[in-house]
């Protein structure tokens, strides 16, 4: 089985070392890096491509969100996984909005972490459980500029918006499948229809767009 890659950036040495042993004690992870530098952690992704990276918003030479915008210029298929202590509607949107894959807070048990980087390895978005429906409602009410228009609300079937808005609230492929009563290969397949219908590759634009047509609300 071929271990998650997973390279730690975050200025706090202390944590940084808890973060490994952690990793490390996992039979499907491995710890390829770690730094309190954005420059290196620029470069090291640039010359290792670990899978999964985990980002600290708050480093000290350069600024989280910058950094992952850059760190999705090297190569798509690396997912950032912001781990962060901002408990803060604001940030989860900057951070989905330049292609963020993933946010958690520090605070979060062990087993939440690992629970959100197998989640993202799966090209699924994993949000922090406390900041998922309050903060993703909160977001769609604060950027909300018209209403929806009518053919707009057919693109997608009814059942096709259910696994929309569950993708967007951070759901697993099995948990959406026993949340609406149906296998995960039907789960798999509606999803696959919506990228195509609405022409997206990314889980982190499907949860923009989820959010923009005020699917959360409903």
Known sequence: MDKITILIVDDHAILRTGLRLL??????MKVVGE?????????IAE???????????S?????????????KNIDQQIKVLVLTMHD??????????RGGDGYILKRAADIELLTAIRAVNRDEV????????????????THRKEPIEEEEKEILSNREKE???LVALGYTNKQIANELLVSIKTVESHKARIREKLNMSYRSDLVKYA????????
Request: proline content about 3%; glycine content about 6%.
């Open 126 to 141: 994993f949000i922090d459980p406390s900041l998922t429906k309050v903060i993703l409602k909160k977001i769609y009410n």
């Open 23 to 28: 990793l490390e004690a996992q039979k499907d």
């Open 163 to 165: 696994v929309l808005k």
């Open 88 to 97: 803060d509607e604001g940030y989860l949107h900057k951070v989905l909005e």
């Open 35 to 43: 730094t309190g530098s954005g420059k290196e952690a620029l470069q």
């Open 59 to 71: 480093l000290d030479d350069l600024n989280g969100l910058d950094i992952l915008l850059e760190l």
């Open 47 to 57: 010359d290792l491509k670990p899978r999964v990276i985990l980002l600290d918003l």
């Open 211 to 218: 959010i923009e047509k005020g699917m959360l609300n409903k």
